[in-house]
Nanobody, 116 residues
């Protein structure tokens, strides 16, 4: 299993970034995908979940109506569109999949910094 995130960087408050995660090594369309983030000195938190077909999503309250998860099962990718970014969104963002049997796999993470 391999998960590779891309798309992080520096954004101004109110700006936008789009993260992408390329997945391989498992049947991508059979699993929900998750985005987590971890800010300095804080625990890793679940940001968004998208169902295996993309029809169901969950967002943590702090990002609801600002972030949108999507996936392309033909390309084995999952994206996170982040709008109206705030300084408190600054964190390392991770792509995650939990396979049957409970094994968790993580990408290497991508840094998102929101600052003026």
């Amino acid at each position: 299993v391999q998960l590779v995130e891309s798309g992080g960087g520096l954004a101004q408050p109110g700006g936008s970034l789009r993260l992408s995660c390329a997945a391989s090594g498992f049947t991508f369309s059979s699993y929900a995908m998750r985005w987590y983030r971890q800010a300095p000195g804080k625990e890793r938190e679940l940001v968004a979940t998208i169902g295996q077909y993309g029809g169901s999503t969950y967002y943590v309250h702090s990002v609801k109506d600002r972030f949108t998860a999507s996936r392309d099962n033909t390309k084995n990718t999952v994206d996170l569109q982040m709008n109206s970014l705030k300084p408190e969104d600054t964190a390392v963002y991770y792509c995650n999949v939990r396979l049957w049997g409970g094994s968790d796999y993580w990408g290497q993470g991508t840094q998102v910094t929101v600052s003026s």
